[in-house]
């Protein structure tokens, strides 16, 4: 059952910014770029916990390349939707990643303050490249510039929720990506 049909959109959501369909297709073309991209490489890719697990799963599944993948997680908003700024690392790498093709793979860059720290500290690891993959990309609230090698859709100043992204721990599941009401996370 999708929880966005039969009844409706579901109570604490405004509108479905970007639909399952048109999230796939995009998914679908940025691991065409990257297949070729990185062809002969064996690159690492390296998902951004908790946020990227489904952008990354339908990447993978994607690409025409072998890849291998690894894990990093980061503390970012706790539990509110304003970002403080401090970014910890919750859980590192397995591996060491020194000349490496790295690719991060991000589900949203907002601030830009995540992934411009997770740039420096990976880069200081010695990678043979790094670059970055992320699947939405709100420029109009960047605090810190942060260079986007692929990117899926550039959005709205609006919360959004679905697809791997979530609100205090919850819409994580959604096949579409929402707008998350204001009254929702303003209360
Ligand atoms: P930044 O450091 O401000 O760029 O924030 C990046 C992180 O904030 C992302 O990895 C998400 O976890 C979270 N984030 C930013 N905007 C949203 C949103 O609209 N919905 C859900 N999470 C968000």
């Not at 910014?17 to 070729?36: C, D, K, Y």
């Not at 890719?45 to 908790?50: A, D, M, S, T, Y």
């Amino acid at each position: 059952m999708r929880f966005t049909g039969v009844k409706g959109l579901h109570p604490h959501m405004q509108k479905i910014l970007l639909t399952e369909e048109e999230i796939q297709s995009r998914v679908r073309q940025i691991a065409g770029q990257i297949s070729s991209d990185y062809a002969g490489q064996d690159p690492l890719l390296v998902g951004i916990l908790k946020g990227a697990f489904i952008f990354l799963a339908d990447l993978v599944r994607y690409l025409t390349i072998p890849v291998q993948l690894d894990f990093i997680a980061v503390s970012s908003y706790g539990n509110a939707s304003e970002s403080s700024g401090a970014v910890r690392i919750l859980k590192d790498l397995d591996q060491s990643i020194e000349g490496l093709h790295v690719l991060i793979v991000e589900d949203i860059v907002d601030t830009g303050l995540t992934l411009n720290y997770l740039r420096e500290n990976l880069r200081a690891r010695e990678p043979a490249s790094l670059k970055v993959c992320t699947l939405l990309d709100k420029p109009s609230r960047r605090l810190v510039e942060v260079k986007i090698d692929y990117n899926g859709f550039v959005i709205p100043d609006e919360f959004v929720v679905g697809y791997g992204l979530d609100y205090n721990g919850h819409y994580r599941y959604f096949r579409d990506i929402m707008v998350l009401k204001r009254e929702v996370y303003a209360r």
